[in-house]
């Protein structure tokens, strides 16, 4: 009886792994893919001045945070940098929702196209910590561009963004990564 039940529980272990439940966490909720849209939005608006708006952003369809963020030092950068007082509880989220794997679907809610692949992107985010009101985000921004004849060129922001009205709006892009 006892081998039965070992045998079951390793079964359900092992299904749930293939699955991909134990390597990624795909509850990407709906209040985030709307924070992500309204960020592309923004870098859409900021750019117009400079150059043409983009026909489509390429966003990687993983999640990416190389590592989890101290509250005393975000604090220091955003209070200083994005005039916002930094929520700890966003940062608490943040490094719990980017301890494991998350996967991007094609959620996001914009024009131009957003295109999401396992491929050569162009964009790539972290997944957003929220403050318990759910109204501050902060996540990490990945840009990667791809010269000819160099090696890619990468920067890497911290975004800070507060909810006005059902809009998200930027409040803060730190730059935390280049290479």
């Not at 318990?132 to 800070?160: C, E, M, N, W």
């Amino acid at each position: 009886m006892i081998r039965i039940k070992l045998v079951f529980i390793v079964l359900v272990i092992l299904a749930i792994f293939i699955d991909g439940g134990l390597c990624m966490n795909n509850d990407i909720t709906k209040e985030e893919y709307r924070v992500y849209s309204d960020f592309l939005l923004h870098k859409i608006n900021s750019r117009q001045s400079v150059q043409s708006p983009p026909q489509k952003f390429v966003v990687s369809d993983k999640a990416y945070a190389p590592d989890s963020i101290k509250y005393s030092d975000a604090k220091g950068w955003v209070e200083y940098q994005a005039k916002v007082e930094l929520d700890k509880s966003t940062i608490d989220d943040f490094n719990q929702k980017n301890k494991e794997g998350a996967k991007f679907e094609n959620k996001f809610s914009i024009n131009p196209e957003v295109v999401v692949t396992s491929n050569e992107a162009t964009t790539q985010f972290s997944r957003a910590g929220f403050n318990d009101s759910k109204t501050q985000a902060v996540f990490r921004y990945y840009s990667y561009g791809y010269p000819i004849d160099h090696p890619v060129i990468v920067v890497g922001y911290l975004i800070v963004m507060v909810k006005e009205g059902d809009r998200w709006v930027v409040k803060g892009e730190i730059m935390s990564a280049i290479s």
